[in-house]
């Protein structure tokens, strides 16, 4: 099973947390760094690669599809507008005060700026298949910190040049 998709011409995304296809389990449920919601925090690494000479930032976004048949929406993990570096390390989400991180689909439960970091896996229904959706683009967003991510997506519009999706599944 392929569990990558090209949109663009070159650009390439990996991570060390998953592995054959799986992410690791420290990244969700059965980690061990946790909020106040008993949700995980401890983030995902990921590397970007031959991406295009002209991007000026990358965003990201990690989302389950798999959800919408469970919570009825697809639920956002974590999202990052304005991203420098082509590198981030794990737990960055919570060490690296200078990401721009918008608002996860915890918000409700914890508020706008607790909810503004990762949140990891938590299957409740059988294995779910998660998606980290890259974008290389060609200017910045201008994005704040508490962002949702429909306002990522109408920033983004036209200033794409280039994307890649990496997926990884997480055991109920």
Known sequence: ???????????????????????????????????????????????IEEFPENTVCFAMVLEDKDAIPVCGFSFIHWSVADLEKNEVSENESIKNIDLIQGVNSEFKSVGVQKASIYIGMAPPDKDHTYEIHVYALDKKTNLKKGFFVNELYKKMEGHIIDSYTLKGIYKK
């Open 1 to 47: 099973m392929n569990y990558n998709i090209y949109c663009g011409d070159s650009m390439k995304v990996t991570s060390k947390g998953i592995i054959n296809g799986y992410i690791q389990d420290k990244y969700g449920k059965r980690g061990n760094q946790f909020n106040e919601v008993n949700s995980c925090t401890y983030s995902l690494p990921f590397l």
